[in-house]
């Protein structure tokens, strides 16, 4: 899992509109798990998984608008074989928010 994310303000309301992972080619057997949280809350949010062989990439677009100060990503690895999946980043795409 990743470190909390706050972008520089952490009481500064942000929306998300993507979270994204990037992984080496999965392997027959292997697949990831995604999720995040928000506002150190102690349960996680499941995005999703991923287990074609071949994939690269999962992306989730988050909807309804979901805010928060502060966020955390995460990704669980599985195998059933002797190799496993490698994730290679994540990333948030994010907006501030900003009251008039």
């Known amino acids: 899992y990743s470190l909390w994310f706050d972008n ?3 009481y500064v309301e ?14 027959t057997g ?7 949280r ?3 809350a ?9 287990s074609t062989v071949g994939d690269t990439e999962k992306r989730f677009v988050i909807t ?3 805010t928060w ?3 955390q990503v995460r990704a669980d690895v599985k195998t059933s074989g002797a190799t496993s999946p490698h994730l290679l980043s994540s990333s948030v795409v994010f907006s ?3 009251y008039i």
């Open 8 to 10: 520089g303000d952490p």
């Open 14 to 27: 942000k929306e998300t509109d993507l979270i994204k992972f990037t992984f080496k080619p999965l392997a």
């Open 30 to 36: 292997e697949s990831m798990d995604f999720y995040y």
């Open 38 to 40: 928000r506002d150190r």
């Open 42 to 50: 102690s349960g996680w949010t499941t995005l999703g998984s991923a």
């Open 64 to 66: 309804p608008i979901t």
């Open 69 to 71: 100060k502060e966020i």
């Open 96 to 98: 501030v928010r900003k």
